[in-house]
Nanobody
Framework: VQLQAYGGGLVQAGGSLRLSCSAS????????VGWFRQAPGKEREFVAA????????YYATSVKGRFTISGDNAKNMVYLQMNSLKPEDTALYYC???????????????????WGQGTLVTVSS
């Protein structure tokens, strides 16, 4: 599975962006898809994920209530809608997918086999 993340950009604090993750090679059906981010000098951290069935979503505490992950099987896309952005959301955002991951590992980036390139989100204060 080849993933591509896009939609990043520069936005003022309080603004919104929607990141997209597309898959080529096969569909997302049966894959858990996660969004992770990495700020300069910091560890990669979990942001949000959608389960393999698409029926469950998971969020980091820092983004819950502001970010929404969703999938569109018809378009073979996964989105991350980011609202009320804060300067601390500035990071390189990655999407990742895996078809074997279980709930307990869905927040762990090491559990994902397939990764897209990052898309940069910069939030100015």
């Amino acid at each position: 599975v080849q993933l591509q993340a896009y939609g990043g950009g520069l936005v003022q604090a309080g603004g919104s962006l929607r990141l997209s993750c597309s898959a080529s090679g096969r569909t997302f059906r049966g894959y858990a898809v996660g969004w992770f981010r990495q700020a300069p000098g910091k560890e990669r951290e979990f942001v949000a994920a959608i389960s393999r069935t698409g029926g469950y979503t998971y969020y980091a505490t820092s983004v819950k209530g502001r970010f929404t992950i969703s999938g569109d099987n018809a378009k073979n896309m996964v989105y991350l809608q980011m609202n009320s952005l804060k300067p601390e959301d500035t990071a390189l955002y990655y999407c990742a997918a895996d078809n074997r991951i279980i709930t307990s590992g869905i927040r762990d980036y090491e559990q994902y086999d397939y990764w897209g390139q990052g898309t940069l989100v910069t939030v100015s204060s």
